[in-house]
């Protein structure tokens, strides 16, 4: 039986970074970016090109780096919005601008403050405008699983007339179950009369934990794009997750009509990259993804995988990419195997100082370390990624903590060529170099999140620590990964320190109406 194409649109980069403090740097979304291309994502929603200068920045170096993906930018349905989705995009292969306007009677009396008609017309426009920038345009009603069937199918209609070429049914807030949502697409798409005109799809909130169901119920209802992140990361609960929708379709072949042409054994990678970038852990019993979840604890289920794997494995943890990024660095490895390694890990190391630089840090780490797995070197690259120069940086630290003796730590920290240097008694170590910080960097933020996990197995391990900080309702994320503990606390301290002090301030696509 031929199957339709079920399109990945991944929004890691947008709905995922509207999580509190994943806020991500450009270099940090590029390197996103082009695991996903390599992967073979179908459309990557880039940003939300409005919303600072810096996400207008990171949409267009995606935009220019990324070839074989489509790229897109979130917009308001108002033509300021689309014009900097159309400018940020100008540059790509291939670009889609995404525009949206809610369609409840909740958001538009409350939110909007505007009469149904009023809705429409502002869709008609905002369409029509944005075909003048790219022919892809897609269109979405927020808060669809809320609004009423009438008017959703007016409001659509008239979007595919003005030019949409995707329809959007988002479940903006996780209320959808998957019986109902399923019957509400299938229902649009027999009553819409220009439905055949546009691809329908669906992007769910997991506020229910129903995300992914209602995700899937959609596409046996018709959808033919859905809408998901690495890890499910998104606002609230997040969004569906793309490695378990693409593994149940794949999985499951024998009962969805559709395929994604999705290289899945880059999705371990994948999800490993946005935990570190992000500093969101992957639960260990996360499908797919979690450190668990091809593990046989069980006696008789570990005897049973020996005898014939399919005994209790519907997937092989090669095909989703365990395993196979094991290939492990010495402190012998040479350049061409350093590179050969980033290259598979697609970290881009064109730029003949940048990977000098971070050769020299591999041979530290090496050093320390008596092998360096793939997660080591992502951490590194952070790492390096991490390091303002025009911020706080670590000079040293001596730490001290003994049975019966409070914990004290000195700390000396570089800004602009000078040096600052305090100590600190503390609650434990990690405390006190964090008191030791403060009494120079004075950030007035409060502590919300510190969380070590060990990057790769064994007492050599690196920590990779994250700091979540917060001032004046700005959340930041910080990240660091030492041999050291402490070193790793302290660099994910400055680095979230540094995040704040750069006042990276951004508008919210969804707070402030049209
Ligand atoms: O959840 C939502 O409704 C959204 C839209 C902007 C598509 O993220
Ligand atoms: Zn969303």
């Known amino acids: 039986m031929s199957k339709d194409k079920l399109v990945i649109f991944d929004t890691t980069l947008r709905d995922g970074e509207q999580s509190p403090g994943a806020s991500m740097t ?18 990557i929603e880039a940003g939300f090109a409005i919303a600072s200068p810096g996400d207008f920045e990171a949409v267009k170096a995606v935009a220019e780096t990324v070839k074989d993906s489509r790229i897109c930018s979130l917009s308001r349905a108002n033509r300021k919005d689309i014009e900097r989705a159309g400018e940020a995009l100008k540059n ?4 889609r601008i995404h525009t949206f306007i809610a369609t409840s009677p909740i958001h538009m009396k409350h939110k909007l403050r505007m009469e149904p008609d009023a809705v429409v ?36 209609e008239q979007a595919i007339k003005a030019g949409a070429t995707t329809i959007n049914i988002p479940d903006t807030v996780g209320y959808g179950e998957p019986g109902e949502y399923g019957r509400v697409i299938g229902d649009l798409i027999r009553n819409i009369p220009n439905a055949d005109k546009a691809i329908f799809s669906v992007h769910c909130h997991n506020d229910l934990g129903l995300a992914v ?13 859905v809408e998901c ?49 992000t500093g969101f852990p992957v639960q260990p019993n996360k499908a797919i993804v979690g450190a668990n979840a091809f593990a046989h604890e069980a006696g008789i289920h570990q005897d049973g995988v020996l005898k014939h794997r399919e005994t209790y494995e519907i997937m092989r943890a090669q095909d989703v990419g365990w395993g196979d990024n094991r ?22 190391t064109d730029d003949a100082d940048e990977l000098n630089a971070l050769f020299d840090r591999f041979k530290v780490l ?32 001596e730490s001290s903590s003994a049975t019966g003796r409070k914990p004290t730590a000195s700390i000396t920290l570089l800004q602009d060529g000078s040096e600052l240097s305090a100590e600190s008694e503390g609650d434990g170590p990690v405390d006190a170099a964090f008191k030791a910080i403060e009494s120079v960097v004075h950030s007035g933020a409060e502590l919300k999140l510190y969380s070590v996990n060990a990057i790769t197995k064994g007492t050599d391990s690196q920590g990779e620590v994250t700091v979540r900080l917060e001032r004046d ?24 320190v540094n995040t704040l002090n750069a006042g990276l301030l951004r508008a919210h696509p969804q707070k402030d109406g049209v």
């Open 213 to 225: 169901a209602n995700s899937l119920s959609a596409v046996m209802n018709g959808a033919r794009q």
């Open 229 to 277: 992140t690495i890890n499910g990361l998104g606002e609230r609960a997040g969004n569906c997750s793309l490695e378990e929708v693409v593994m149940a379709v794949r999985t499951r072949h024998d009962l969805f009509p559709v395929e994604t042409t999705i290289q899945t054994e880059h999705i371990v990678p994948a999800s490993r990259l946005v935990s570190s970038i």
């Open 26 to 43: 450009k270099e940090e979304k590029i390197r996103i970016a082009t695991m996903l291309e390599k992967m073979r994502v179908d459309v």
């Open 366 to 397: 090496a050093d320390k370390k008596h092998e360096v797995f793939d997660e080591d070197l992502q951490a590194l690259v952070s790492d390096a990624q991490e390091t303002d120069e025009s911020g706080y940086q670590l000079e040293s630290i």
């Open 473 to 496: 309702g700005v959340i930041v994320n910080g990240q660091g990964a030492d041999t050291d503990i402490i070193v790793a606390s302290v660099k994910a301290y400055l680095d979230a």
């Open 121 to 156: 017309e502002r869709a008609v426009d905002a369409v029509r405008y944005a075909r003048n920038f790219t022919d892809d345009v897609e269109f979405s009603c927020e808060d669809a699983s809320r609004t009423e069937f009438d008017f959703m199918c007016r409001v659509i």
């Open 92 to 95: 790509a292969n291939a670009s």
């Open 327 to 348: 290939l492990v660095l010495g402190k012998h490895s040479g350049r061409a195997a350093f590179k050969a390694r980033l290259d598979a890990l697609a970290i881009s």
